[in-house]
């Protein structure tokens, strides 16, 4: 059999070589995050949203969703024809949404996705679903699934408040010229002295523990420069269920040599407690206002302050921040420095207290001197413990101090959140550890 020859025009030919050339010169739809896209400043153009539903409704030809990445509190409007709708489609449902992005004829948006393909490409049965589309979920339901509560809107701004205010405090040390220091997470030392410690498995040559403050080994390395912080994880070991206590937490602590003065510790938290809200409140105004709420939340000397001594004070001078100052001797630990004024016999420590919170930033004054360091360590018996700590102060000493700020509960203050476990993301608390 002889071979069949196809004879085509060249009138065709030019048709089929321009398809070719216009699919193969078409430009890939612009990937884009949701923040991206609700700001219109892509208008008219051919984009692709990955993210997950927040709402979908039906209508005999259009079908309407909201698409949310976490990348912002305001979700995405995604129109489409019926025809894309699919079963999978739901409340939920993870999703790749390609279309032309254009000015929303409704008041309630800016823009909008004029969908031409729709793509699940993650199912969820919205009965099983434990949060309902149509539903408002306080935060002690939520608290329930640590495993699914990023998914909300509540929860998603928090971790986006989290993540702005983690950055807003690192500019503010690094504008100041201060150095960050990783300090470790297993020690041998217990900073505090409160014994709320958890301990190691045996596996070093010494006792060795989870660390309950950066402050010690921040004083070590403040022998070598003008001004430390560090930021990370500390734990403390208490027995407690209370609304305003964590087993793990994150801690800023920051370390200032060159100073005899509690002025100039106070001037540090008052300048990174004001910078980080301001930070906040310019990056993310939405999500601070979706928290922000009302909080309504005879003292002998010699006894140490309560919560609720502490919130009586706030109160009593007009529910604004209030520092508080020199505090007994036999309150504060061995490194407060002795104010040397009997028969008060005062440390030089201060306390900012914080409306809604209580005690939200605590520092000292370190004793700088020798042998009244010696003598204290001495009547604690742990003279021989902290022997190096003795060799900071003989080998090119400075007056120094330092302070610390519970992150999370600066977040309570500055969101109005009640309990402690609704800013963190996976709580961990007495008889308590999921996932």
């Given at each position: ?203 070093f040559s010494v006792p060795a523990y989870l660390v309950v403050s950066g402050q010690l ?213 007495s008889h308590s550890c999921l996932l």
């Amino acid at each position: 059999m002889l071979p069949v020859k196809m004879c085509i025009s060249a009138s065709a030919a030019s048709r089929i070589i321009f398809q070719c050339l216009r699919f193969y010169c078409q430009k890939p739809p612009k990937k884009l995050r949701i923040c991206e896209a609700v700001s219109s400043s892509d208008m008219g153009t051919n984009v692709k949203v990955q993210g997950w539903v927040r709402s979908v409704r039906h209508q005999k030809q259009n079908l309407f969703l909201h698409v949310n990445d976490g990348s912002s509190l305001q979700s995405l409007q995604v129109v489409a024809s019926s025809q894309l709708n699919h079963r999978l489609l739901t409340f939920g449902s993870a999703v790749e949404v390609s279309g032309l992005l254009v000015k929303s004829p409704s008041r309630r948006q800016e823009v909008e996705l004029q969908a031409n393909q729709i793509h699940v490409v993650g199912e969820c049965n919205p009965v099983d679903f434990p949060f309902k589309v149509k539903e408002r979920h306080d935060l002690e339901y939520i608290r329930q699934f640590p495993h699914l509560r990023c998914r909300t809107n509540t929860f998603s701004s928090l971790l986006r408040i989290r993540s702005e205010a983690t950055t807003a405090i690192q500019l503010y040390f690094r504008d100041k010229g201060y150095v960050q220091v990783h300090t470790p997470v297993i020690t041998s030392n217990d900073c505090e002295g409160a014994g709320e410690l958890f301990q190691v498995e045996p596996f070093f040559s010494v006792p060795a523990y989870l660390v309950v403050s950066g402050q010690l080994h921040l004083e070590v390395i403040a022998g070598a420069f003008p001004g430390v912080f560090s930021f990370g994880p500390t734990f403390r070991a208490e027995n407690s269920q209370s609304r305003r206590h964590l087993a793990e937490f994150f801690m800023v602590e920051a370390e200032i040599s060159f100073t005899q003065s509690l002025e100039d510790l106070m001037k540090v938290m008052e300048e990174m407690f004001r910078s980080t809200t301001e930070h906040l409140l310019a990056q993310c105004p939405e999500d601070v206002a979706l928290f922000h709420k009302h909080v309504t939340p005879g003292h002998n000397w010699g006894c140490d302050l309560q919560t609720e001594h502490e919130k009586y004070l706030v109160k009593h001078c007009g529910n604004i921040p209030l520092f508080v100052t020199d505090y007994p001797y036999t309150l504060k630990p061995f490194y407060a420095r002795d104010n040397l004024d009997k028969p008060l016999h005062t440390v030089a420590a201060v306390d900012l207290l914080v409306p809604g919170v209580g005690e939200l930033c605590g520092g000292t004054l370190r004793e700088e001197r020798l042998d009244l360091l010696k003598t204290r360590l001495a009547l604690a018996g742990l003279d021989e413990t902290y022997r190096w700590y003795l060799d900071l102060r003989r080998f090119g000493s400075v007056p120094h101090g330092g302070f610390g700020m519970g992150f999370e509960r600066y977040l309570q203050c500055v969101l109005g959140v009640d309990n402690i476990r609704d800013v963190i993301p996976f709580p961990r608390y007495s008889h308590s550890c999921l996932l």
